[in-house]
């Protein structure tokens, strides 16, 4: 599928990391960019997509020196719009989050990089459904579910 205009947000190859593409929110200074960083993205597969971000110390940590849990929320969030533009080119500019649940499984280390992958399960005009995973190398930091709602067409 062809991928939408975006708004608001830039997709491009990144040229520090062959295979990866560089996902970032065009305004420098809104929350995506200037919270989490800079983010990387990839798909896995026809259904599967992979978002990464490297966590910063002490920024991105709570005070037990391990990844904020609001981190690693933001990430699923942002993940799950990057995922839906790069699997079917649904414009995340205008699609907004419906529900999120997530389970902290266990915690994250500041000093490797934090993946979020998202697996798209259903699609309908409307709405995706997505799961994934939070994970450092074999960790498992958090599991998710998600609906997004996409863009109307008239908009």
Known sequence: M???PLTNFVHEPDPDNPGWSRWRIADAARFNEA??????????????????????????????GRVHGAITLSLIDVSLFSAMYVLRGVDAGRSVTVDLTTQFIGA????????????????????AFLRGLVVQDGDIVASFTATIRKPSKAA
């Open 108 to 127: 994250g280390d500041a000093t490797r990089p934090l993946d979020s992958v998202v697996e798209l399960l259903r699609e309908t005009h409307r709405m």
């Open 2 to 4: 062809a991928n939408a």
């Open 35 to 64: 919270v989490l960083g800079k983010q990387i993205v990839r798909a896995e597969g026809d259904s599967t997509c992979r978002m990464r971000m490297i966590p910063r110390d002490p920024l991105h940590t709570n005070s037990a």
